[in-house]
């Protein structure tokens, strides 16, 4: 009898691990496609592409991938082919359970499309090579998207014509579910950022879509400003990845719209006294390092620019901006002030090391306040010099 309760609580036990083991099972889905699923045209792609957004709808249960290429055709002789992307063959490694193909733009073009009698079998073949793997993936397939405006070779009239009914017919040959992306973006050019890619907004549309074919529900409401969550004495803290960084956002209880947002040339640490009063204002900061990281100013500034509208755009946050920025970094601030002095509504520099051979002209005009900490920091003399209205203070 007691060898009988023993066996009996062993299986229990081994019933209960696997119970456990099938509930932790992570779904994983690569994404394989071009530049509309590499995200061009997206400013955050670690953020907003398609696959990016798929996972957030999605939740901890699955693994989403993206394996997306820039330039990328479905045909073998084609001037870029997929098949010896290192994506592909990093998409075969992933062993994924569902895999959503979307390729066929690139194809369209007329080098490309020449050889058109091959994508249906260049095609089938590629889903062989996926229905092969071990895990049994469950394959969808995408048609192009809606082509608003020709671009590089790529034409409504060959992409909607031919290349879509093409991936309709391996479809139906395969016994696969079709999902008719283009269909669903007819019309739609404002969700295009240059006639061919996905915007935020079209990436988003796209992911909202797949997400209905994967689970047969509808998609989540996404807030616009996303990322992994944080109190911070009591205000809320976002950290996003950005390209080679973490933009970390802290904002107000009850924003004002009528103070400029802070951006903070610096890693998230805490939250000072001074901040703090910052934010009890109304103002929104937003910590972030990558361009004051770089060595060439050029670059830091094209990163510059493209984070301010990253703000404005994404965030919908004012178009004045203040900035608090240290050391050798105050050479940067200065600079992206003097070419884009418009936006600008103050300037902190703290221990700045100023380049004294910079223009201050646009800065001087504008009479834009530039404040030095400390006050009897050298930096003072040299911008006073030049004109520039300078607050000191404590």
Known sequence: MKRCIFILGVYVLLCAFCTS????????VACVGDSITAGNGIKNKEMDTYPSVLQEMLGSKFEVKNFGSSGRTLLKKGD?????????????????????????????????????????????E????????????????????YVSRPAWGITEEVVHTDVC???KKVAKLEKLKLIDLHTMFEGHGELLSDGVHPNEAGAMRMSGILYKVLTGKNPPKLEPIR????????????????????????YPKQ???????????????????EYKKLLEAGYQLMFWKTPTRSKRMHEALDWSNEFYFYGVE????????????????????????????????????????????????????????????????PAVKILKDAGVNVISGK
Do not use: H
Not at 127 to 138: G, V
Not at 227 to 250: A, H, I, Q, W
Not at 317 to 332: E, P, Q, V, W, Y
């Open 21 to 28: 083991f099938a509930a932790q099972k992570i779904t994983r």
């Open 80 to 124: 870029y082919p997929y098949w010896v992307d290192g994506n592909y063959k990093n998409a075969i490694k992933f062993n994924p359970d569902i895999v959503i193909i979307k390729l066929g733009t690139n194809d369209s073009k007329p080098q490309n499309w020449q050889y058109k009698d091959e994508f249906i079998p260049n095609m089938r």
């Open 126 to 145: 590629m889903i062989s090579s996926f229905k092969n793997l071990e895990t049994n993936p469950k394959i969808y397939l995408c048609t192009p998207m």
């Open 165 to 167: 009914d093409a991936v």
């Open 227 to 250: 990322g992994k969550k944080f109190n911070e004495s009591g205000f809320v803290r976002l950290d996003m990845p950005m390209r080679l960084d973490t933009l970390s956002v802290v």
């Open 255 to 273: 924003a004002n719209k009528t103070k400029s947002w802070l951006w903070i040339a610096n890693d998230f640490e805490k939250l000072t006294p």
């Open 314 to 377: 994404r965030f919908g946050l004012s178009r004045k901006i203040a900035i608090d920025f240290s050391g050798k970094d105050a050479n940067l601030a200065l600079a992206f002030a003097e070419k884009y002095s418009d936006r600008f509504e103050s300037i902190l520099l703290r221990n700045p090391e100023i380049d004294a051979t910079l223009s201050f002209a646009k800065i001087v005009e504008r009479k834009i306040p530039v404040k030095v900490l400390p006050a009897n920091s």
